[in-house]
């Protein structure tokens, strides 16, 4: 399947919704102010990070990015080369998992990843669509811009493993030229976690262009 991203300058973040629903009751959070919250609150981040909650991969360009599951038997072909690889990052999948613009949770709203589908149209006829299997809006020009999309993952605790990708010959710079490939190991429990704020690098035009 062909999946893309685009991000915003906050970078990109894997979650599952219902894992995290039952975060935010728990700490009776109820801000929906989420991405400020979690910079902030070190302590609550660090929580997600040991409970397998939400895994950001923070400071990557804002650009498209292709998107592929290996669980699904997606992967990368000859065309590409890996330019980083970091394991062992917790995630608790309850209801499939959700890979989104970090920039989704300024103000995330539950209610609208939990749509059947349902499309709105803003200023300048620019559409918005939201569903419980993908979200995106339209540019004035009417391209499609995709926020968040959901991937059929089983429930389980698993480690995942991100591993970023280029284009080996970039031609056109407005085509989607890099890309992350995630894949998710079932465990049977946590033991210790990995902070993705600390001692990674997930830009993958920033590792290239520092070559």
């Known amino acids: ?31 929906k102010k989420l991405l400020a919250l979690f910079q902030k609150d070190k302590k609550a981040f660090l929580k997600m990070q040991e409970e397998g909650i939400w895994i950001p991969f923070p400071e990557i360009d804002g650009v498209t990015y292709a998107i592929k599951i290996k669980n699904l038997n997606e992967e990368f072909d000859d065309q590409w080369e890996k330019v980083l690889e970091y394991d062992g990052f917790n995630l608790e999948v309850k209801d499939g998992i959700w890979i989104s613009d970090t ?23 620019m559409v918005h669509y939201d569903s419980n ?14 926020s968040d ?32 490939q995630f894949d998710l190991v079932e465990i049977e429990r946590f033991e210790g976690y990995k902070n993705p704020r600390e001692d990674y690098e997930f830009n993958i035009s920033k590792i290239l262009r520092t070559r």
Request: proline share 1%; net charge positive.
């Open 149 to 180: 999309v959901w991937c059929d993952i089983p429930a389980g605790k698993y480690l995942l493993t991100v591993r970023g990708y280029a284009k080996k010959e970039i031609v056109d710079r407005k085509a989607v030229n890099y890309g992350y």
């Open 1 to 31: 399947m062909d999946r893309t991203i685009d991000t915003s300058e906050y970078g990109l973040c894997i979650y599952s919704m219902d894992t995290l629903s039952s975060f935010l009751k728990t700490e009776k959070i109820k801000t």
């Open 133 to 146: 299997k993908e979200r995106w809006y339209t540019t004035i020009d009417g391209t499609k811009v995709y």
């Open 103 to 125: 920039g989704s949770f300024l103000k995330f709203d539950e209610a609208l990843y939990r749509r059947e589908g349902q499309e709105s149209t803003g200023n300048f006829g």
